[in-house]
């Protein structure tokens, strides 16, 4: 049995139900959406012969659409919607099943749908507050952006918002990611204090570590174009290259196109210097499982959090970010904490850095 402040809670409408069969709640951070999926088992009797509903699920009538709230060892952990029920019975048992994401989902997998689908001269800032205007979310920015305007900038007939945003985001070093209460997260370069400290031995429950330089290249290259004009046309404005060096072992070069026009070259380098560092952010990534939920004894882990891992057996002692944060509960494992721990710059972090 989970001790008294790991429980997980769903809130429906002023109803709330805790006597969960398993409990899965994953913040990403460098994604769309929260994700969650809950699981009941009957514990009543199975069969009500009168014909009247089963015990339990006369219980638990959450259903998709409705709006909800989940707390985990008390705090507050995600505000979204349930948006799938499964339930399977027979004569001997019978569950339910819950699953449903956070509130950012619904705008994440609309079309963009603005009265001109102009964004011409806008920052990808006023781009994502123009995009979700329509919606009940909120724009949260992490660190330093790159606000220079895109010069020329459209979206394709029914592109996703987020896929639109997703795009844009890129030749700007932009991350795009959400968080648990609604919010999507614009992240930019910044520096965050580690909060936690993961040693081998000691409060590292289990570990898998890769390390690898399969992502990554000796020369990252953007190719682009810009609008022509009377001083910039024919082939520097239709044949426009950047290029950055990497550190891949093996000689190799990659060549990316640049996704939609550029005013410089200056944007053309930043975009090919972006590549590089997402491609070299990937040699490490660590999956670190914790008991419980609470990572000192009063606050639930999250994902963006950076910590300190030392693990001689994954030959690591490094900052790394967390980018997935997977709370878990049930009989067999009991209640624990999975995160998916990456290079710190993968996600615009750097130690170094200062917003001056």
């Given at each position: 049995?989970?001790?008294?402040?790991?429980?997980?809670?769903?809130?429906?409408?002023?109803?709330k139900?805790e006597?969960?069969?398993s409990?899965?709640?994953?913040?990403?951070?460098a994604?769309?959406?929260?994700?969650?999926?809950?699981?009941?088992?009957?514990?009543?009797p199975?069969?009500?012969?009168?014909?009247?509903?089963?015990?339990?699920?006369?219980?638990?009538q959450?259903?998709?659409?409705?709006?909800c709230?989940?707390?985990?060892?008390?705090?507050?952990?995600?505000?979204?919607?349930?948006?799938?029920?499964?339930?399977?019975?027979?004569?001997f048992?019978?569950?339910?099943m819950?699953?449903?994401k956070?509130?950012?989902?619904?705008?994440?997998?609309?079309s963009?749908?603005?009265?001109?689908?102009?964004?011409?001269?806008?920052?990808?800032?006023?781009v994502?507050?123009?995009?979700?205007?329509?919606?009940?979310v909120?724009?949260?920015?992490?660190g330093?952006?790159?606000?220079?305007?895109?010069?020329?900038?459209?979206?394709?007939k029914g592109?996703?918002?987020w896929d639109?945003?997703?795009?844009i985001?890129?030749?700007?070093?932009?991350?795009?990611?959400?968080d648990?209460?609604?919010?999507?997260?614009?992240?930019?370069?910044?520096?965050?204090?580690?909060?936690?400290?993961?040693?081998?031995g000691?409060?590292i429950?289990?570990c898998?570590?890769?390390?690898?330089?399969?992502?990554?290249?000796?020369?990252?290259?953007?190719?682009?174009?810009a609008p022509?004009?009377?001083?910039?046309?024919?082939?520097?404005?239709?044949e426009?290259k950047?290029?950055?060096g990497?550190t891949?072992?093996?000689?190799?070069?990659?060549?990316?196109?640049?996704?939609?026009?550029?005013?410089?070259?200056?944007?053309?380098?930043?975009?090919a210097?972006n590549?590089?560092?997402?491609?070299?952010?990937?040699?490490?990534?660590?999956?670190?499982?914790v008991?419980?939920?609470?990572?000192?004894?009063?606050?639930?882990?999250?994902?963006?959090?950076?910590?300190?891992?030392y693990?001689?057996?994954?030959?690591?002692?490094?900052?790394?970010?967390?980018?997935?944060c997977?709370?878990?509960?049930?009989?067999s494992?009991g209640?624990?904490?999975?995160?998916?721990?990456?290079?710190p710059?993968?996600?615009?972090?750097?130690?170094?850095?200062?917003?001056?």
């Amino acid at each position: 049995m989970p001790k008294p402040q790991e429980v997980a809670v769903l809130e429906v409408n002023g109803l709330k139900f805790e006597d969960w069969e398993s409990v899965w709640v994953q913040e990403r951070w460098a994604d769309s959406f929260t994700y969650f999926r809950f699981t009941a088992a009957e514990r009543d009797p199975i069969i009500n012969r009168r014909g009247g509903p089963f015990p339990l699920i006369s219980k638990l009538q959450f259903k998709p659409g409705d709006r909800c709230t989940i707390t985990l060892a008390g705090q507050l952990a995600v505000t979204g919607f349930i948006e799938t029920r499964q339930v399977a019975y027979d004569a001997f048992q019978h569950g339910v099943m819950l699953i449903g994401k956070s509130d950012t989902a619904g705008p994440a997998k609309s079309s963009v749908d603005t009265k001109t689908g102009n964004f011409d001269k806008k920052n990808i800032l006023q781009v994502a507050q123009e995009v979700l205007s329509d919606y009940p979310v909120g724009i949260k920015v992490i660190g330093a952006l790159d606000l220079t305007p895109f010069d020329k900038l459209q979206n394709e007939k029914g592109e996703l918002i987020w896929d639109f945003l997703e795009r844009i985001a890129r030749p700007r070093g932009v991350v795009m990611g959400s968080d648990s209460h609604g919010n999507f997260l614009l992240i930019g370069e910044h520096a965050f204090p580690v909060i936690a400290q993961l040693v081998e031995g000691q409060n590292i429950k289990s570990c898998q570590c890769i390390i690898t330089e399969e992502h990554t290249y000796s020369e990252y290259r953007v190719d682009g174009q810009a609008p022509a004009s009377d001083d910039n046309s024919g082939t520097a404005a239709s044949e426009m290259k950047a290029k950055v060096g990497g550190t891949s072992p093996v000689f190799s070069k990659l060549i990316t196109a640049a996704e939609q026009p550029v005013k410089t070259i200056a944007e053309l380098q930043a975009r090919a210097k972006n590549e590089s560092i997402w491609h070299e952010g990937t040699k490490i990534q660590a999956t670190i499982v914790v008991q419980g939920w609470l990572r000192d004894g009063s606050a639930l882990w999250h994902a963006g959090e950076e910590v300190s891992v030392y693990s001689p057996m994954a030959m690591l002692n490094n900052t790394l970010k967390i980018q997935n944060c997977t709370f878990t509960q049930d009989n067999s494992s009991g209640t624990i904490t999975t995160l998916d721990l990456v290079s710190p710059n993968l996600l615009r972090s750097r130690s170094d850095f200062n917003p001056g």
